[in-house]
């Protein structure tokens, strides 16, 4: 049948019930590997309420918990080969703050599809996320790289330019370890799809084993940002955005390099042990 450009532009899911809690902020900080070190303040500070100190608010929330709470709202699933789809992208604009808890619906809609022929095809999609006083809190915009599913006879040009960093060495570089069983733990947060879990259905996708969240891989890099030119503050994030180019497996230590310019932070990410970059054209906006 294949995808159903242009009518995918009509499509849209609204009133999505998207409200999460506590426990839910913490599991996301875990999934992306924070509190391995149970004596690090900063890092307990996201997975712990903290009731012996007087931390305000009690419990602080990773920017891009946002990318999973958000999981759960979709505009209408429309025909593509489920098994080669992957995400390409993610770009979160932060209106305020994420509070710890919080009653949350959300809009989606689609609002774009590239056609690039024997590679597959780009789709876009975006969310608003509101609160209970109908206050904007977040806008998500993802993109998903579905790559049996090109020649549907969209358009081939259009798609947003990505962010480019400067041309010049890094001016700081993180290594953030991942463990071989965390996308196990981070499929907890919403993505069940069994390309991170399931060994068959990885290799029948045309991977050696089960990969890390494309989400995961993008909370890292804002781990990367928020422990170094954040200063441990989210509420510093305006905006973080990033582009998938190659997946990440378990037990693979993620180098983040990052330029930084005022209050714009580029980056990206690489697994120096197989030579490859992983995440490019990564942005992230601070005030």
Same mark, same amino acid.
């Given at each position: 049948?294949?995808?159903?450009?242009?009518?995918?532009?009509?499509?849209?899911?609204?009133?999505?019930?998207?409200?999460?809690?506590?426990r839910?902020?913490?599991?996301?900080?875990?999934?992306?590997?924070?509190?391995?070190?149970?004596?690090?303040?900063?890092?307990?500070?996201?997975?712990?309420? /903290?009731?012996?100190? !007087?931390?305000? *608010?009690?419990?602080?929330? $990773? +920017?891009?918990? =946002?990318s999973?709470?958000?999981?759960f709202?979709?505009?209408?699933?429309?025909?593509?080969?489920?098994?080669?789809?992957?995400?390409?992208?993610r770009?979160?604009?932060?209106?305020?703050?994420?509070?710890?808890?919080?009653?949350?619906?959300?809009?989606?809609?689609?609002?774009?599809?590239?056609?690039?022929?024997?590679?597959?095809?780009?789709?876009?999609?975006?969310?608003?996320?509101?609160?209970?006083?109908?206050?904007?809190?977040?806008?998500?915009?993802?993109m998903?790289?579905?790559?049996?599913?090109?020649?549907? /006879?969209?358009?081939? !040009?259009?798609? *947003?330019?990505?962010?480019? $960093? +400067?041309?010049? =060495?890094?001016?700081?570089s993180?290594?953030?370890?991942t463990?071989?069983?965390?996308?196990?733990?981070?499929?907890?947060?919403?993505?069940?799809?069994?390309?991170?879990?399931?060994?068959?259905?990885?290799?029948?996708?045309?991977?050696?084993?089960?990969?890390?969240?494309?989400?995961?891989?993008?909370?890292?890099?804002?781990?990367?940002?928020?422990?170094?030119?954040?200063?441990?503050?989210?509420?510093?994030?305006?905006r973080?955005?990033?582009?998938?180019?190659?997946?990440?497996?378990?037990?693979?230590?993620?180098?983040?390099?990052?330029?930084?310019?005022?209050?714009?932070?580029?980056?990206?990410?690489?697994?120096?042990?197989?030579g490859?970059?992983?995440?490019?054209?990564?942005?992230?906006?601070?005030?």
């Amino acid at each position: 049948m294949g995808i159903p450009y242009p009518d995918l532009l009509d499509l849209a899911s609204r009133g999505d019930d998207c409200s999460y809690t506590d426990r839910d902020v913490m599991l996301y900080a875990l999934g992306i590997g924070m509190g391995e070190d149970s004596l690090n303040a900063d890092e307990l500070a996201f997975v712990n309420e /903290g009731w012996l100190t !007087d931390r305000t *608010p009690a419990l602080k929330v $990773v +920017p891009t918990f =946002a990318s999973t709470f958000g999981y759960f709202s979709r505009p209408p699933a429309i025909p593509v080969d489920r098994v080669k789809v992957v995400d390409a992208a993610r770009d979160i604009i932060f209106h305020k703050p994420l509070p710890p808890a919080a009653k949350v619906t959300a809009e989606s809609y689609y609002t774009g599809a590239w056609d690039k022929g024997d590679k597959g095809a780009i789709i876009q999609r975006e969310q608003v996320m509101r609160d209970e006083t109908g206050d904007k809190i977040c806008t998500l915009r993802g993109m998903t790289f579905a790559r049996g599913d090109g020649h549907f /006879g969209g358009p081939k !040009d259009g798609a *947003p330019d990505p962010h480019a $960093v +400067p041309d010049r =060495a890094p001016d700081l570089s993180v290594d953030i370890p991942t463990r071989d069983g965390q996308a196990l733990l981070f499929r907890l947060a919403g993505d069940r799809n069994p390309l991170h879990s399931d060994p068959e259905f990885a290799r029948a996708a045309g991977f050696e084993s089960p990969i890390l969240h494309g989400m995961c891989t993008y909370g890292i890099t804002c781990r990367a940002v928020l422990s170094t030119y954040a200063d441990w503050d989210p509420a510093a994030f305006r905006r973080h955005a990033a582009q998938f180019r190659a997946p990440v497996y378990p037990g693979e230590t993620i180098t983040v390099d990052m330029w930084r310019d005022g209050g714009t932070i580029s980056f990206e990410a690489r697994v120096k042990a197989r030579g490859v970059t992983v995440v490019k054209h990564g942005l992230t906006e601070l005030g």
